[in-house]
């Protein structure tokens, strides 16, 4: 029996591990290790303790199983909410292992919970107000869940009845293409630059328009301080994992350095992936790790461009007039015996050759000894073109 560690990530396959874990929502229980532990979020000692104490006074002799801790108990789990835990968690090993008693291998014996179903359980605290689903059939099953497993969530839901979509109402599409975008405006006027590449992610942070008040190292401060914020969130909302090479702005107080370093760490806090923050390098640079668990927003919702390939860029329609000139030089000296050359390219490269490239189209001509036909082909993208040999 394994289970999925890891989704797999573009070419990689997925991470499987024998060493089972189930969360629950204050606990984790791993059934085949006896080991009791605390988040490592969870950073105050005396309440690492307390909780430990907890859960070990009430924890069952007969148990084989360990548990970790999660951070949501740091809000003041109760030993009433940990028993809850164990007693789910406890009938779900069975039901599993029952399964897998009947199952062929291989057989999928259990996934996780659905996502509405895991933001009940993990994401909801003191501060949700409340939780809105549009559509009626979720909202009674997660009724039924939250009525199950979680009752004090219970009277947040609510059913959403209005006219305009909710991801209109609250903005969510208009945040779904700001985390799309390689650029992101800042309030300051500045601006960051994401560009995610297959080993890194790197975020250049610009003043754009926004120049101060007093001085220059003013407004780079000012302008470091909010992107530290943003950059948090924007890793959060576009699930960037892996090295992240950040290029904030040169400062050349050590006081702002460390201001800016300090609200980065701030700002990350709040996030549930585990991360490393560096301090700045010798150039400048902050580098930091984000644990990368499935793809990015930018993976999931997009596929690269079937033009460029993903590059973001193409051959202007000059350098492809001069790669379609090279390839008939050669292929005029492979195939003495041609009588005429046809380049069938698109209407922007077609133009070029005509109008601006027209006199190196007739040195062509002149040193192959061939005439030269054109062919415009609207199906074809900036970078396509064949020469046909006649």
Not at 74 to 94: K, P, V
Not at 330 to 346: C, D, G
Request: proline content about 3%.
């Amino acid at each position: 029996m394994v289970q999925v560690a890891k989704d797999p990530i573009g070419t990689k396959g997925a991470r499987l591990t024998t060493t089972i874990s189930l969360a629950g929502r204050k606990l984790v229980y791993l059934p085949r290790d006896p080991h009791i532990g605390v988040s490592q979020r969870i950073e105050d000692e005396a309440m690492r303790e307390h909780l430990k104490e907890l859960l070990t006074s009430i924890r069952p002799e007969t148990e084989k199983g360990g548990y970790i801790i999660r951070t949501s108990a740091e809000e003041g789990a109760t030993a009433e909410e940990f028993e809850q835990d164990m007693a789910y968690l406890g009938r779900l090993w069975n039901e599993i292992r029952a399964s897998r008693e009947t199952k062929p291998a291989p057989s999928l014996l259990y996934q996780d919970l659905s996502l509405a179903q895991r933001v009940l359980r993990d994401m909801v605290h003191q501060t949700t107000e409340a939780i809105e689903i549009d559509d009626e059939k979720s909202y009674e099953e997660l009724v039924e869940f939250a009525e199950r497993f979680v009752p004090d969530v219970r009277g947040h839901l609510k059913l959403y009845r209005g006219e305009r979509p909710l991801f209109e109402l609250h903005g969510i599409e208009e945040e779904i293409a700001r985390a799309l975008e390689r650029r992101v405006d800042l309030k300051s006027g500045g601006y960051l630059v994401f560009d995610q590449t297959e080993a890194m992610t790197t975020i250049d942070v610009n003043t754009g328009r926004f120049v101060g008040k007093r001085d220059f190292s003013d407004t780079v401060f000012k302008t470091n301080l909010e992107a530290a914020q943003v950059i948090a969130r924007q890793l959060r909302l576009r699930n960037l994992g892996g090295i992240i090479i950040i290029d904030f702005i040169d400062m050349a107080c050590d006081e702002h350095r460390e201001a800016v370093l300090a609200e980065l760490r701030r700002s990350i806090a709040t996030d549930r992936t585990r991360m490393t923050v560096s301090d700045f390098t010798e150039l400048g640079l902050v580098e930091m790790t984000r644990k990368r668990t499935r793809e990015s927003l930018a993976h999931v919702l997009c596929e690269p461009c079937p033009v460029c390939g993903g590059r973001g860029e193409l051959k202007t329609a000059r350098t492809v007039c001069y790669e379609i000139m090279r390839e008939i030089v050669r292929l005029s000296r492979q195939y003495q015996e041609t009588k005429e050359f046809r380049i069938v390219a698109s209407e922007v490269v077609i133009d070029m050759l005509l109008e601006e490239e027209s006199a190196a189209l007739e040195l062509l001509q002149n040193c192959v000894q061939k005439p030269v036909l054109l062919e415009v082909e609207s199906s074809y993208h900036q970078e396509d073109y064949d020469v046909v040999l006649a």
